[in-house]
């Protein structure tokens, strides 16, 4: 079994910082995309940015230039850099990871429980 443990939600002002992480721990053979997704009250689930086991990247278009992803292959873990918070950035992020528990198996998906993030004006 796999499990994603995220930390690093917290209540921050306008403009402010914050960095998450995420841990993936388990029968783990290899990660290939780890990602972070954000869902606010009333809203869908929607991507916010992910990353391959290469180092590739991709961003919505609303935390461009603000938010940096990042990982550690060897830790199992992401981050998530975000600066510039704005009040729309308000939601509950969900780490993502596809992965594989042999060079055979099909890549499967799991999520993590989420951490908080609220950003005040």
């Known amino acids: 079994q796999v499990q994603l443990v995220e930390s690093g939600g917290d209540l921050v002002q306008d403009g402010g910082s914050l960095r998450l992480s995420c841990a993936a721990s388990?029968?783990?053979?290899?990660?290939?995309?780890m990602g972070w997704y954000r869902q606010a009250p009333g809203k869908q689930r929607q991507l916010v940015a992910v990353?391959?086991?290469?180092?590739?990247?991709s961003y919505a278009d609303s935390v461009k230039g603000r938010f940096t992803i990042s990982r550690d292959n060897a830790k199992n873990t992401v981050y998530l850099q975000m600066n510039s918070l704005k009040p729309e950035d308000t939601a509950v992020y969900y780490c993502?990871?596809?992965?594989?528990?042999?060079?055979?198996?099909?890549?499967?998906?799991?999520w993590g429980q989420g951490t908080q993030v609220t950003v005040s004006s």
């Open positions: 993502n990871a596809l992965f594989k528990y042999s060079d055979a198996a099909l890549p499967r998906s799991t």
């Open positions: 388990g029968s783990i053979f290899s990660i290939n995309v």
């Open positions: 990353i391959t086991s290469g180092g590739s990247t």
